[in-house]
């Protein structure tokens, strides 16, 4: 089975950075995407980056940068962290080159709370 396991979240102060881990078990194929969510209190779930599961790129996107060590952990950068960015955040999993909302496989989230 396919596993996930986000971790790396916390309470921070605003203009901090935290990276979030999502160690991915289970893979029988070459051609899985990994991707980052978040959902705020109160708000729907997004997206926030999405990148294939051995892929060693770094990418930056902004105040946030993805990542992947190419076995199956792939990390999420924030810097500047705003307190608008706090939210439980998911990594997700599913096979093909796409991240949505309705990737087959979700990991539970982490806690990212940052003060003003």
């Known amino acids: 089975d396919v596993q996930l396991q986000a971790s790396g979240g916390g309470l921070v102060q605003a203009g901090g950075s935290l990276r979030l881990s999502c160690a991915a078990s289970?893979?029988?194929?070459?051609?899985?995407?990994i991707g980052w969510f978040r959902q705020a209190p109160g708000k729907e779930r997004e997206g926030v980056s999405c990148?294939?599961?051995n892929d060693r790129n770094t990418y930056y996107e902004g105040r946030f940068t993805i990542s992947g060590d190419g076995k199956n952990t792939v990390y999420l950068q924030i810097n500047s962290l705003e307190p608008e960015d706090t939210a439980v955040y998911f990594c997700a999993a599913d096979l093909g080159g796409e991240c949505d909302l309705t990737m087959k496989y979700w990991g539970k989230g982490t806690q990212v709370t940052v003060s003003s």
């Open positions: 289970g893979f029988t194929f070459d051609a899985w995407a």
């Open positions: 990148i294939g599961h």
